[in-house]
């Protein structure tokens, strides 16, 4: 039975947090330190004909100017991901070409923030403005070329077509698609739009630097990815791996925003150069602007089904903004496929086909759900297309078309998930349990039937209720690892080393958990050290769902071998067989011992001075790697109860229900809290969230107030469950759990919605003035501006 996993302990770094005692970037400050403030481009798409920063180099505290002029322009990708990155290489940190508006022109560094702000008004840019390209959908074969013989390269052999303005395609054909939609009962074809999103960190992107008192360049950052950020550091400011070490403190939240490496080289290059500390931080229009958002999407389905609702053929075809430069442009793409296909795992004939194109529009990069929530808006609909129209319950539906445990699909293989040429088994699902513990919660088959006529009422205020069901992954297979190192301490208490970034999820105190329930010690006796490339072991970072299954399973494989030692030493001291010993309440102890036996026992304390000053002197310390063959997915079912007002086009969520399988959860009030935190991102993107434009390309909402997003105060009722199963693959049965719960408000809302109207959403956000539209049966856009 489990002692400290499956139990909900208390964050071991929360009362720190709460007090104030815990320090993030902008906390950090150093004497002598110099500030930097960062021109932005004006122009979506403009060729820099002459930057002249006499002015600002003239004024009294500006101490350096960087910019195309002394940087050596040098091709990279700032996605944080594993090396080889799958995104191309077509960025530069300061380049002649501007390609958004928010692009990089120059920095100065400064006495004061002050000094360095006014500085910016003194530089002179003399630009050539270009013929922007701001429509997605015209991209591909654009006379407008957005990288145009820029020397552009991905790393890999990947599809990569600059001069069409392609960032990336996939594609991924199973039977005979054609053949069969030609031959299906029924036919359906429909497409959706999703908008850009900013993913509202409460803390801004920042990064400090120093040099430490043998010269080594140290880098303080709000960054999910301290080893990727090392790496790529030192290949656009030219310096030494050896020479860096990259810390990451505390974060005010990440959501995939702060896996890209940004501010990094250029507080990198300032020290560097005029060996002072300096400091970064956007303000919050600079992180709307500048950074990285969610990917605008369009999504087409075509489906071919027969009367009893079983399909034969589906495709998915995926078009992705991918802005400005390639960030995550494929990984992003081929999840729209890989995290959505497989979960009705038996149409026989399926077809992906996807591309990401370039526009002079803000960069697209890692967002919390990565793909999948861009596809499931219209898959969660196109599904609930075809029970309406075959006369099947939805939740029944899934239940009997779902991928079960023992099962595959041929979409892992093609899109990437498992070993190449085998496709990866599902070990775990508690989805059906999911689905009827939902259906009960919300009241679904009551509620069914009492809005069974709202779409053809005339009264102002309808109500309706959908749902979705939903799968993610849990890491990357077989590309990304993550390591941990423990050694044993005189009082019986253990130090924890591990690369993982806690993003404030509670990551340091799930691991803390995952050791204590294998060396049966109290989680106050786990000390934890992460994120820190001089002294915590390499990891890749936090995403793509892995910090609890990949980074847990390397600390549980590292406590299992320092329980190994402990037995050594135990058996040693208490001359015993090591078979016959286990860990019980930080003592050694002899197993099931006869009825008046006295135990015999020794601390983990007196084990570990035994080791150090006694007898067969030596750490007791271990490290362990872990890279899994599998991303085994959590699955969920979202049900959502709406009441729309017909006058106002305002959709009211009065109830809201996730079913959440994420196989054993470690720490249950983390992971529940998790899923609630999602579920708010999907509200707020499905109801509020996007991005406007001038028709010069400029951003029109670039702050909290103008952007519109969900406040406490517009929180509905949300009521989160686990359905635990056991993943085999994952330490004490844990799966992913952070990324899939944002899937499922977009589809499941739309759904609810047309329960209520008997009207369909096509595109996101479900403004007033769009669901009014659409009540009013006006034509949809081509596509949204």
Not at 181 to 204: G, I, N
Request: some cysteine.
């Amino acid at each position: 039975m489990s002692k400290y996993v499956n139990t909900s302990v208390e964050k071991v770094d929360g009362l720190a947090l709460v007090t104030g005692e815990e320090y993030y970037t902008n906390d950090f400050t150093f004497d002598g330190m110099l500030h930097i403030s960062v021109l932005h481009s004006p122009y979506p798409y403009a060729v820099i004909e002459e930057i002249d920063d006499s002015g600002a180099k003239a004024m009294e505290g500006v101490v350096e100017v960087l910019s195309f002029k002394n940087v050596r322009e040098i091709l990279y990708t700032t996605a944080g991901q594993g090396y080889p990155e799958p995104s191309p290489y077509d960025t530069v940190l300061f380049g002649k070409v501007m390609r958004f508006v928010g692009d990089n022109v120059c920095a100065v560094a400064a006495e004061t923030k002050e000094i360095a702000d006014l500085a910016l008004k003194k530089i002179k840019v003399r630009y050539k403005q270009l013929k922007p390209l701001l429509d997605f959908e015209a991209s591909e074969g654009s006379p407008t070329i957005v990288h145009d013989k820029d020397g552009s390269f991905p790393k890999i052999p990947v599809f990569h077509d600059p001069a069409k303005n392609i960032a990336a395609k996939v594609e991924a054909d199973i039977g005979q698609f054609d053949n069969a939609l030609e031959h299906s009962e029924h036919r359906l074809d429909h497409t959706f739009y999703v908008p850009y999103a900013s993913h509202c960190a409460m803390e801004p992107h920042g990064a400090v630097s120093y040099l430490d008192r043998r010269g080594r360049l140290v880098i303080i950052s709000a960054t999910q990815v301290p080893f990727h950020v090392r790496r790529i550091v030192s290949a656009v400011a030219e310096i030494p791996v050896s020479k860096i070490r990259v810390i990451k403190p505390r974060i005010g939240g990440g959501f995939g925003g702060k896996q890209e490496v940004l501010l990094e080289p250029i507080v990198a290059l300032v020290t560097w150069r005029t060996k002072r500390p300096a400091k970064l931080v956007y303000s919050r229009k600079e992180v709307f602007v500048s950074t990285r958002t969610r990917h605008q999407y369009r999504t087409r389905f075509r489906a071919g089904f027969n009367r009893d609702g079983s399909i034969e053929a589906l495709h998915l075809d995926a078009l992705e903004n991918s802005g400005a430069y390639g960030s995550h442009a494929l990984t992003v793409l081929a999840n729209a496929g890989s995290k959505t296909l497989p979960l009705l795992n038996k149409i026989p004939n399926l077809r992906f086909t996807g591309k990401g194109v370039y526009t002079n529009l803000p960069v697209g990069g890692a967002y919390r759900g990565y793909g999948a929530t861009e596809s499931y808006f219209g898959y969660g609909q196109v599904i609930d297309m075809i029970c309406e129209e075959t006369h099947n319950d939805i939740v029944e539906y899934y239940k009997k078309w779902s991928i079960k445990s023992g099962e595959t699909s041929p979409i892992f293989r093609a899109l990437g998930e498992g070993k190449e040429g085998v496709a990866m088994n599902v070990t775990s699902t508690s989805l059906n349990e999911c689905l009827d513990l939902g259906a009960r919660l919300s009241g679904w088959y009551e509620k069914r039937k009492q809005y069974a006529h709202s779409a053809a009422s005339e009264e102002r205020f309808r109500r309706g209720i959908g749902m979705a069901a939903l799968m993610q992954g849990s890491a990357i297979p077989e590309i990304d690892m993550a390591s941990a190192y423990m050694k044993m301490n005189d009082d019986g208490s253990f130090n924890l080393l591990v690369g993982a970034t806690d993003l404030g999820t509670g990551s340091d105190t799930v691991l803390a958990q995952i050791a204590s329930e294998v060396l049966d010690t109290p989680v106050e006796k786990i000390i934890v050290t992460s994120s820190d490339t001089d002294h915590t072991p390499f990891d890749k970072g936090a995403y793509a769902s892995s910090t609890t299954y990949l980074s847990g399973h390397a600390v549980k494989k590292c406590a299992e071998e320092i329980k190994r030692q402990i037995l050594v030493v135990g058996a040693d001291i208490l001359e015993l067989p090591v078979g016959e010993l286990e860990i019980e309440d930080g003592r050694v102890v002899k197993k099931n011992p006869g009825r008046n036996e006295e135990v015999p026992a020794v601390s983990l304390a007196e084990i570990c001075q035994s080791s150090l000053y006694q007898k067969r002197q030596a750490q007791i310390q271990a490290t362990a790697s872990h890279v899994s063959p599998k991303s085994p997915p959590p699955f969920a079912a979202h049900f959502v109860e709406v009441e729309v007002d017909t006058a106002t086009g305002v959709i009211k969520l009065l109830n809201y229900v996730a079913t959440v399988d994420c196989g054993t959860p470690i720490n249950p009030t983390l992971a529940e809290g998790q899923a609630q935190g999602a579920i708010v991102n999907g509200i707020s993107y499905a109801l509020f969230e996007d991005y406007h434009f001038s028709p010069q390309g400029i951003l029109l909402n670039d702050t909290f107030g103008k952007y519109g997003m969900l406040t406490a105060c517009d929180i509905p009722p949300i009521t989160v469950k686990l359905v635990a199963s056991y993943e085999e693959s994952g330490p004490f049965g844990a799966k992913s759990v952070s990324e899939i719960n944002i899937n499922g408000a977009l589809p499941a809302i739309a759904n609810a919605f047309h329960h209520a109207t008997g009207k369909r959403l096509f595109r996101a956000p479900f403004t007033p003035e769009y669901v009014l539209s659409v009540l009013e049966g006006k034509k949809e856009r081509r596509s949204p501006k």
